[in-house]
């Protein structure tokens, strides 16, 4: 019988890492983005409860006249108040947690996929995730969405949002810029 004596590798036959430190290094910035998306729900409860305690609901505070306002509104539909006053409302509010909660699921696999660099995307992919988990939160506690940024640019206003909503829309436009800038060639 004869021993096989193993040489280690040099930079000439390198030996392709172990299976393991590719997966450590996959999901190499999971944390620090999970961390972002948690930041974000924690954010927007908080916004909300002192909004909550703060201003009763249906009332006004005029930061910047004609510009800027702080509400409170509570928003039983989709984006936009879209679906708010259907014949349905049960119907619309479990359609809302299905697909909020099909929603958070899908964005947390795809930020796990792609969380082995520090990207726009899954930067983007973290506001997302954070936001729906925050709006989620709402639906499921109190079958309402807590609404309270009011933006007027004169006789024209935006339909109230929240923070979670910010956050998607920051995430959304960030994938917008990755998928429409030049990539590098390889």
Not at 52 to 59: A, E, Q, Y
Request: aromatic share 10%; charged share 15%; with cysteine.
């Amino acid at each position: 019988m004869s021993e096989r004596y193993e040489y280690p590798p040099t930079e000439f036959d390198p030996q392709p890492p172990r299976r393991e430190k590719v997966k450590d290094q996959r999901r190499r910035y999971f944390p620090l983005l999970l961390a972002l998306a948690a930041f974000v729900a924690i954010a927007d409860h908080v916004s909300k409860k002192f909004i909550s305690h703060r201003l009763p609901v249906g009332h006004v505070h005029t930061v910047i006249p004609g510009l800027f306002n702080i509400t409170h509104v509570l928003n039983s539909g989709a984006a936009f108040s879209f679906l708010a006053d259907t014949a349905s409302p049960d119907l619309v509010l479990r359609g809302l947690i299905l697909f909020s909660i099909a929603a958070v699921l899908i964005v947390g696999v795809m930020l796990l996929r792609s969380c082995a660099t520090l990207s726009l995307t899954s930067i983007a992919l973290a506001l997302i995730l954070g936001g729906a988990v925050g709006n989620l939160y709402d639906r499921v506690m109190y079958h309402y969405v807590i609404d309270f940024i009011g933006v007027h640019v004169g006789p024209y206003h935006w339909p109230d949002f929240n923070f979670a909503d910010s956050a998607i829309v920051i995430g959304a436009c960030l994938l917008m810029i990755e998928i429409i800038r030049p990539q590098p060639e390889i």
